[in-house]
């Protein structure tokens, strides 16, 4: 079992940096996959960055260069930096876990879900 609580959004303006932060609580957390999705009004969750248990990390195309995703599991948080931030950016953030494969861009992956954290970037 694992409980994920977000932190670290808010207001900013077009080109500036937000880091994200992730708490995370649950014996078996190493041992898990995690991904940060966002949502914005009217749309659907879309897949963001993914960190397996080995380090290994993937992006969506839009912000590869720009956001970094890590995870400490001594502390065990996970953290999306994100630099160079754009209105299409603004959205609410979450993170999640689960024991992923190749479908892992699939919020139907994860099985466990913060209740998320909103982003807004101003032009």
């Known amino acids: 079992q694992v409980q994920l609580v977000e932190s670290g959004g808010g207001l900013v303006q077009a080109g500036g940096s937000l880091r994200l932060s992730c708490a995370a609580s649950?014996?078996?957390?190493?041992?898990?996959?995690i991904a940060w999705f966002r949502q914005a009004p009217g749309q659907e969750r879309d897949f963001v960055a993914r960190?397996?248990?080995?380090?290994?990390?993937d992006y969506t195309d839009s912000v590869k260069g720009r956001f970094t995703i890590d995870r400490d599991n001594i502390k065990k948080m996970v953290f999306l930096q994100m630099n160079g931030l754009k209105p299409e950016d603004t959205a609410v953030y979450f993170c999640?876990?689960?024991?992923?494969?190749?479908?892992?861009?699939?919020?139907?992956?994860?099985?466990?879900w913060g209740q998320g954290t909103q982003v807004t970037v101003s032009s």
């Open positions: 999640a876990a689960g024991s992923t494969g190749s479908s892992y861009r699939g919020v139907s992956a994860y099985a466990y």
């Open positions: 649950g014996r078996t957390f190493s041992s898990y996959d």
């Open positions: 960190i397996r248990w080995s380090g290994l990390r």
